[in-house]
Every structure is written in C-alpha cells, then in structure tokens.
C-alpha cells in the first residue's frame, strides 16, 4: 500500500492511444490465445503438470507465435508507440544492466544462460502483453488466464500430494515451484478471483471464480508457509481499506470466505507454524543458512560488489565462494550454496546498486500506471474499470510482499502482472 501510494502520477505518455472500456466487437483472436497459452505455461506451469503436453513445446510454440503474430498486427489499437512508458524504460534498462553485468560475474556461463535463455524472452513477452492488450476486456481475459492458471496448479497438487505426520506435514517440493513460491503465485491470483466474483459478467463465471478461490485458498494453506501468510495479510489489508472499486459489504464478504475456509483447513501445526514468524528462535533467525543470515551476507556482496554485482544468477556462487565459511569446502566440509530468499536482496547482490534502483524502479512504474488508470477511472468511468486495476494492485502487492522471502526477481509472475498493469493504462 505505502509503495502504491508514493509512485508518480504524471499522466501518460502523450502519444498514448486512448482505449475504450468495452469493446462488444474485439472478441478473442489467435494472438490472444497465444497469449493465454504462454501465460498458463510460464507461470501455471501447465505442461509439467500434463507431462504429455512437453511434447508440444508449448512455451516455445506459444511464445513465438504471439510475438509474430503481434509484429504482423496492423491495427493502431495494436500500435507499438503505446509500448514507450516508463515501466517498459525501466525494464529495458534493467535488461542492459544485467547484460553488462554477464562478463565480470563470478561464473559468466550462469549468467548467460539466465540473460540470453530466460530474460530476454521475458522481455519480449511483456512487450507482447502490453501491446497486444486492445482495452477492459483484453485485460479481463489475460486475467481470467492468469487466475485459471493458478487454480489448475492448486487444483493438481491437491490432487498428487498428500500430506503426513512430522515434517511432512505442509507440501515441499512440487512442480517446478516448491510451496513456498506456490503460496506466493496463490496469493497473487486471488484478488484476480475476488474481481471475477464480484465483476463476472455471467453466472457461471461467478461461480468458477469462487471455486478457484476456495481451491487456492485450501492449497495456500497446505503450503505452510509464512512468507505467503505475511503476503495474504498485506493482501487482505489493501482489499479492506483500498479496495474501494468494490462495495464494502463484498469485500468483508470476500474476505471472510477466505478467513473461513483458511480457519476450516488449517491444522493445529500450521498455526504453530505462523506463531514462529517472529520468533528469535526460529532457524531464519539462529542458524548461518537461516534467511537472516543470508540476508546480511546478501547485502554484503552487493556493497563488495556495488556497481555490476556478482552476476545475474550468481547469488548461490557468492555463497560458495564468497562467503565467511567458504574456506570450509578446502578442508572436506561441505558447504550450502543457497539461494537469496529475498528477491530485492537477489537483484542487489547479483546486479549492484544501479540493478536494484531498476527493478524498484520497474515495481514503482507499474503501480503508478495502475494509480493511474484508477484515477482515469474515476474521471471517465467509461475508459476502464477501477475494480480491476484495484485487483491487480493487490496481486502486486501480494508478489512484493511473498517475494521479499523469495528469490523470484527475475520470474515470469512479476513480469506477467507488471505487463497486465501498463496494458490496463
């Protein structure tokens, strides 16, 4: 809410295309299901939940078809001078700090596969997103995608993963996200479900919308995880206080399903779980792999390294090489290359100070571009629904908050929010 507030709320871009809120007439094309498919892939993962369908290649298939078929889209709703906001300036320069940062990381090769495999695609398909988002109802229908992923997710592993006794108790490890990450990508989507229950357009979406709530929310809790219970706190904050396109009696409504399916699902041990948040004895807080630990270490690296960082991906490297204990491996004693567990950490350490000020930069951008949107809203009820810019505010929000356990600053759930949020502006 605080970061939400404070951006810029300059108006848009003067050459910007003015977009209608609905638009009977601009019904799904192949570029938008292309789109869809891209979505349910990179961030629903759904070809790893259907092995059968890594056959297909879908990410790959998807993904250069969009891009394609939008190069070949001559319509000025389309048009690529809509692209040129801040958010896209930001992202771009993030993407040439993190190629000149490749050369001098600590392991070059890691950082090229990271920059040249996965990022540059990333940025491609943002670029797709926004451009090819024609109004409301292309908005609706990516978010629509984005929620379907995540309830097809949580649907799967409630169906393959059974929890035990003892420290089997919450899911671990799944299908390329552990639970952690899941509980995060959960909290994303469901302010995409509140707004598909209240704003469905037919009954039916209503009704599906309010399943995929309570799906998610049953996985959320499932997940065990603390990072993701700070987020649905922040989460449930913004929609109680700020979520104002929506009458209050359907946010308290809302909120108290979820409140109640969460209290009808969650074990004795998930609650013990969430009252170590803040414990001083808990491992994050005493043990040297313990997030607080790797937190300080993090910032170490990126003021020993404040200008390119240690490498794009390099963070698990630092800690093998860089780290007090390091020295331990030449005696046989076997040392733990781990991961950030911060993504704003991450980014520091691995792309320097300069690398951190642009992905603040690129979350400040987006939420200032959905600021404004609300208030176009406001001006000209007729340009664009503030339900939805609200409910992507709280997906971000969600993401920020989860992340900041996480080492997700370079994941395709950030991006694919962020292009929704410039695409709505």
Request: a positive charge; aromatic letters at 10%; one cysteine or more.
């Amino acid at each position: 809410m605080t970061v939400a507030s404070s951006v810029d709320v300059s108006a848009p871009p003067a050459d910007s295309v003015a977009r209608p809120a609905d638009e009977p007439d601009l019904k799904w094309d192949l570029l938008l299901v292309c789109l869809a498919g891209y979505i349910l892939t990179s961030v629903g993962r759904i070809h790893q939940l259907f092995p059968a369908l890594e056959l297909l290649r879908p990410a790959i298939v998807t993904g250069a078809l969009a891009i394609v078929l939008y190069l070949r889209d001559p319509r000025v709703e389309r048009r690529s001078s809509r692209l040129f906001v801040p958010t896209t300036k930001y992202l771009i320069a993030f993407l040439i700090w993190m190629v000149l940062s490749v050369p001098d990381a600590l392991v070059p090769g890691t950082s090229f596969d990271l920059v040249v495999g996965d990022f540059i695609k990333t940025l491609l398909m943002y670029l797709v997103i926004v451009g090819t988002v024609r109004g409301i109802r292309d908005a609706e229908r990516l978010a629509a995608v984005y929620l379907i992923a995540a309830a097809v997710y949580a649907s799967v592993v409630l169906s393959r993963f059974d929890l035990g006794g003892g420290k089997d108790w919450r899911l671990g490890r799944l299908y390329y996200y552990d639970a952690n990450d899941f509980a995060t990508f959960a909290v994303t989507a469901m302010p995409l479900g509140l707004y598909f229950l209240h704003a469905g357009r037919r009954t039916l979406t209503r009704v599906l919308a309010a399943v995929g709530l309570a799906v998610l929310t049953v996985a959320f809790v499932r997940a065990g995880s603390r990072g993701g219970f700070i987020a649905l706190l922040a989460v449930a904050g913004f929609i109680g206080l700020r979520y104002t396109g929506m009458a209050l009696r359907w946010r308290l409504s809302a909120t108290a399903l979820v409140a109640l399916l969460l209290l009808g699902t969650a074990s004795d041990r998930y609650w013990q779980q969430m009252s170590t948040i803040l414990s001083d004895r808990d491992y994050n807080f005493t043990e040297e792999n313990g997030r607080i630990q790797v937190w300080r270490r993090g910032v170490g690296y990126m003021l020993q390294y404040p200008i390119l960082g240690v490498g794009p991906n390099n963070f698990p490297v630092a800690e093998g090489k860089l780290s007090p204990f390091a020295a331990r491996q030449q005696l046989g004693i076997g040392v733990r290359w781990s991961a950030a567990h911060n993504s704003f950490i991450q980014v520091g350490a691995e792309l320097g100070i300069p690398g951190l000020v642009l992905f603040l930069g690129i979350i400040a951008s987006a939420f200032g571009a959905l600021r404004r949107s609300s208030r176009s809203a406001l001006a000209d009820p007729q340009q664009t629904r503030p339900q939805l810019t609200h409910a992507l505010t709280a997906s971000l929000i969600g993401f920020v908050v989860g992340s900041f356990f996480l080492s997700l600053g370079y994941h395709e759930i950030l991006y694919t929010l962020v292009a929704l949020a410039v695409g709505l502006e």
